[in-house]
């Protein structure tokens, strides 16, 4: 938090010649943007940027050729296969550990506990982040000291799946149970169980006091709220709580590791973050980075759960005590209990408004859940924060602050949205809230506030860490609104028949990052082939989002070559160049920029050879069609014929190379603007909800059909936010879901029709002007729906999931 | 290796056309086995039954593989997603997935697939109800399930011989479906 500045001006902080402080500050954020000139194209322009090319792996996909990290068993004939003891008692101590029976079955390769030699004894976070992570390295691969019912105690290894899981069952555990507490609330009072001692943490976090379970405590100020909220303003206060949401990915974590040929240990694994875990691996198991490779085929979906690493040392454990390759996969019943979901929250939300609608300040606070470990606890709160909370920037008195607390309950991570989805919903149900209580319209409210093209957010970066100062060079916040609303019929909504039924609209708005500003790194190479082809190799992850066709239509935007002229290699720390990896709404922006570079450096060495045949100067040259023309004479040389001569010419030869690596302070925000159409009875509190419109700004969308499907699969979680139970637990902390027919994931039947409007607006930072996508539409369900049903029947429900018994609750309190 | 836990019995099978023998343990259920004989179309997402990603034909049936003892398969024509079309020469529902962008990771596709391929064998021209009906014990977590519905709504405009309406934008594929490549069980390849 920048403790020395003026606040921001109500007029947005643009700049002004008279105030020395703004001067300084347009300095250092400049509203122009030294962009070069070929990265801003009219769409008429655009070769492959900005097209439906299709997806790269989509037909490997759709004939079931695809290989996923599970279907590399054939190729090991002698591979093991690993289970898990994990504990049954919420808090306590591993007393004994009687393998006898299991280490005497047939089958059974190796018996793992805390005291093998395999077993490393370092402390770690699973946390996928930049180095050192901005979470505690409070996790043992197996543990003496169990924290939650789940926590892995033993690992087997066995010829087949069937045996593995016999064995695990054939271990005796023994406990000395401690007291347990699963309620964050609870969690917090001096007097609960203490689930961590100081000296069982490295790496601690701001803030942390385990003595109250407080892993972090975050907080930021602008200007001064406290003075605020005692003004003449009018002050109100609600409440929010959000659900524990499961990844639910259908591809359950999978790992395969085994050392060959060369004694190098390989993991073939389904992760978000090959080069972390490389990473991660080294520091666990005592080996050099250079002596690991992490390589991930195709990945059955992440959405943050894989931002881990969640399972690898297991198999690495078992296939160094066995000296066999081992796999790993995770249940679906341990992906429910085992693996990482979304960390519930409570939120306050507090404004000060004035009679005229002026806000004139807006304090949030959050208490996370983040369940037995603290991986991605402290920065997930702080995008509660800074994620929404710069939607209106020009508020000028705003605070944040929040508390991380350890419960006996399952581990929270990562997950699509990060810490955006919570806030957005008690910030955009507030502001709703508000807006109603001064009987003005909610969304020209909203219109009047929110952020603009030239602001300079100070919030995403008041509290340090995860964000940064940053002005704003692209919005289409207006325009969502507008094509929204338009899509959604606000203007002519039509009324039921029947008299107890009720149609209402609601809107939320948010935005979201593109990838941690001042922390990524991104890097790609490009090598041409004789015959005029390319190899692409990007540290870059695609697990299902479509990036290694984005990454391909920017190389052959650049290379001026079709999408099928170029193959690319992705995430295979042995091969392709280092990554931190996908999250953060940060592949199409950072990585997607390093291949861009990559193709403009290969680029120029494909001019100065065109010059050389063509002989022409390179200033007359450019390349597209496959061919380097001359714009003055009209001759061309085919990239073929350039790939031959380079590589087999008389005089010269050249391998023609292009690398490129980006990182950049810059993450601009993507916006969204969500409608909702409901229809509630009155009468019994069930309501259905027609349509879901979102209208997203991404700056220009590398590839306009994926980026559809990021938003409708974004939409879709968010809905299942604000409908849904999520993985409830029992008085133990126990999951009380175990597959999918218990889970409540909305249905094909279950779900409303997605309607996804892209609104391009161009950001000069980002490839071919893009920004990110896949997140911001995560955020923005729960709160519009909040609001349509306010909207409606006039009662408003805060804490998730939305339902009919509490819509009727409201109902019958509002009757009585 | 198979779950042998023992035991192990020899199965018949056709597989996508094939005849063969494969040995099943007797902890396996049938997506194991075929996973084990390199049909890695059959996917499992779950504990068992309740995702649909092992979605195939069992005599025309679809069945999810993972919940169905090998030997309840005993001398039946299996078929999975590979045996509709190849990378080159994609079934109609396969291509209208890839045209209307319905695939993102991927893993629950071939279920998918299967059940909508079942789905326009039996009513070539049903409605988006019809079609969320038909894909509502297929799990997805990436899509939302709206390009997947306009996929299978475009792939059966274009099994009809319709002029294909790629639902949501995306590229028109060719004009009608080519002989044999017109609506069956398996697109044509298959006895029925």
């Not at chain 1, 994990?86 to 059974?108: F, K, L, N, Q, Y």
């Not at chain 1, 338009?486 to 609209?505: N, S």
Request: glycine fraction near 10%; hydrophobic fraction near 35%.
């Amino acid at each position: 938090m920048s403790e020395d500045d003026e606040p921001a001006k109500p007029d947005g902080g643009t700049a002004s010649q008279s105030d020395p402080v703004e001067d300084e500050r347009s300095e250092e954020h400049p509203l122009e943007w030294d962009e070069p000139e070929n990265n801003d194209k009219a769409p008429d322009e655009r070769d492959s940027v900005s097209h439906r090319a299709e997806k790269y792996d989509d037909r490997k996909l759709v004939t079931g050729q695809a290989k996923y990290t599970a279907d590399y068993e054939e190729r090991y004939p002698d591979l093991a296969y690993a289970a898990v003891v994990r504990s049954e008692i919420p808090h306590g101590r591993v007393t004994d550990i009687d393998t006898s029976t299991a280490e005497a079955m047939d089958g059974v390769e190796a018996v793992l506990t805390p005291e093998s030699d395999a077993v490393p004894d370092a402390k770690y976070t699973s946390a996928g982040q930049s180095y050192p992570e901005p979470s505690p390295w409070d996790m043992h691969v197996l543990n003496e000291h169990v924290r939650y019912i789940g926590d892995p105690v033993a690992a087997v290894a066995a010829e087949d799946r069937a045996t593995a899981n016999a064995a695990v069952e054939a271990i005796e555990v023994s406990y000395e149970e401690d007291d347990y507490v699963t309620d964050p609330e609870a969690a917090f009072d001096s007097d609960a169980p203490q689930l961590f001692e100081d000296d069982e943490v490295e790496n601690e976090i701001v803030g942390h006091d385990y003595n109250r379970n407080r892993m972090a405590h975050i907080e930021g100020e602008l200007g001064d709220v406290d003075a605020a909220l005692d003004g003449d303003a009018h002050v109100h206060e609600t409440e929010w709580e959000t659900i524990r949401q499961s990844h639910a990915n259908v591809e359950k974590h999978t790992a395969l590791a085994y050392t060959n040929e060369d004694d190098r240990h390989v993991l073939i694994t389904s992760t978000q973050v090959p080069n972390h875990t490389r990473r991660q691996l080294a520091h666990l198991f005592d080996i050099p980075i250079r002596d690991i490779r992490v390589t991930k085929p195709r990945v059955g979906g992440g959405f943050g759960g894989k931002q881990a690493m969640v399972v690898e040392p297991i198999p690495l454990a078992l296939s160094l005590a066995t000296d066999r390759p081992v796999l790993y996969e995770a249940s679906r019943q341990e992906e429910f209990y085992a693996m990482r979901s979304r960390h519930p929250m409570k939120v306050r939300t507090r404004t000060a408004v004035t009679d005229d609608g002026d806000i004139e300040a807006i304090d949030i606070y959050a208490l996370s859940n983040t369940g037995a470990y603290g991986s991605h606890g402290m920065t997930v709160a702080g995008n509660v924060g800074s994620k929404p909370l710069p939607l209106y920037s020009k508020v000028p008195n705003v605070h944040f602050e929040a508390d991380i607390v350890h419960t006996n309950t399952p581990q929270t991570g990562a997950m699509r949205g990060y810490g955006a989805p919570q806030g957005t919903l008690a910030l955009e149900g507030h502001l709703d809230e508000v807006a109603r209580d001064l009987g003005l319209d909610p969304i020209e409210f909203r219109r009047r506030h929110h952020m603009e093209v030239g602001d300079l957010d100070e919030i995403a970066g008041m509290m340090g860490g995860e964000g940064a100062n940053r002005r704003i060079r692209s919005c289409g916040l207006s325009e969502c609104i507008e094509r929204g609303k338009e899509a959604i019929g606000y203007d002519d909504l039509e009324q039921p028949d029947a008299d107890h039924l009720h149609r209402g609209i609601g809107m939320a708005l948010s935005a979201q990052g593109t990838g941690v500003a001042g922390d990524e790194l991104g890097a790609a190479q490009i090598m041409m082939n004789e015959d005029g082809s390319f190899h692409l190799q990007v540290g870059g992850v695609d697990i299902g989002t479509g990036a290694d066709t984005a990454f391909l239509q920017i190389a052959a935007e650049v290379l001026g070559c079709d999408e099928d002229d170029i193959i690319v290699k992705s995430s295979d720390t042995d091969v392709t160049p280092f990554d931190y990896g996908a999250y953060a709404s940060s592949t199409t922006y950072i990585s997607g920029m390093a291949v861009k570079k990559a193709a403009e450096d290969a680029k120029e060495r494909i001019l100065d050879w065109g010059s050389k045949l063509l002989d022409e100067p390179v200033e007359n040259l450019e390349t597209g069609d496959g061919t380097v023309y001359s714009e003055n004479s009209g001759d061309s040389v085919t990239l073929e014929e350039i790939g031959y001569e380079a590589a087999y010419g008389d005089d010269e030869r050249e391998h023609i190379l292009g690398k490129g690596t980006h990182c950049t302070e810059e993450s601009p925000p993507p916006f969204a603007a969500q409608f909702v159409d409901v229809t509630v009875d009155e009468e019994t509190g069930e309501f259905e909800v027609h349509k879901l419109v979102v209208a997203v700004d991404c700056g220009v969308a590398i590839n306009p059909g994926m980026a559809e499907g990021q938003i409708e699969g974004a939409n879709h979680m968010s809905y299942e936010m604000a409908v849904s139970e999520g993985i409830t637990l029992d008085d133990e902390g126990r999951a009380e879901v175990s597959d999918f027919d218990e889970y409540g994931l909305p249905s094909a039947t279950e779900t409303p029709p997605i309607e996804s409007i892209l609104v391009e607006t161009h950001e000069p930072t980002g490839p071919f002007g893009a920004k990110s996508v896949a997140e911001v539409p995560t955020n923005t369900v729960p709160p519009a729906l909040s609001n349509a049903v306010r909207d409606a029947v006039g009662v408003r429900i805060r804490e998730m999931p939305i339902t009919a018994e509490k819509i009727r609750a409201k109902l019958d309190e509002r009757g009585g | 290796m198979p779950n042998t836990g023992g035991i192990s019995v020899d199965i018949e099978l056709t597989i996508n056309g094939e005849r063969t023998t494969v040995e099943a343990g007797s902890a396996d259920d049938l997506a194991t086995v075929l996973r084990q004989h390199g049909y890695i179309g059959v996917k499992c997402g779950c504990d068992g039954g309740t995702c649909g990603a092992s979605k195939v034909f069992v005599d025309g049936e679809v069945r999810m593989a993972c919940g169905m003892a090998p030997r309840e398969a005993d001398g039946s024509e299996i078929r999975t997603v590979a045996a509709l079309g190849t990378q080159d020469d994609l079934h109609p529902v396969q291509q209208a997935f890839v045209d209307n962008f319905a695939v993102q990771c991927g893993f629950c596709i071939p279920g998918m697939i299967i059940q909508a391929v079942a789905l326009l064998d039996s009513n070539p021209d049903p409605s988006e109800r019809e079609v969320r009906e038909a894909l509502s014990d297929n799990v997805c977590r990436c899509t939302g399930y709206q390009k997947p519905v306009e996929a299978v709504l475009d792939a059966a405009g274009r099994m009809r011989g319709e002029q294909s309406v790629a639902a949501d934008g995306g590229q028109p594929a060719s004009g009608p479906p080519q002989p044999g490549e017109s609506a069956g069980c398996c697109g044509g390849g298959c006895d029925e």
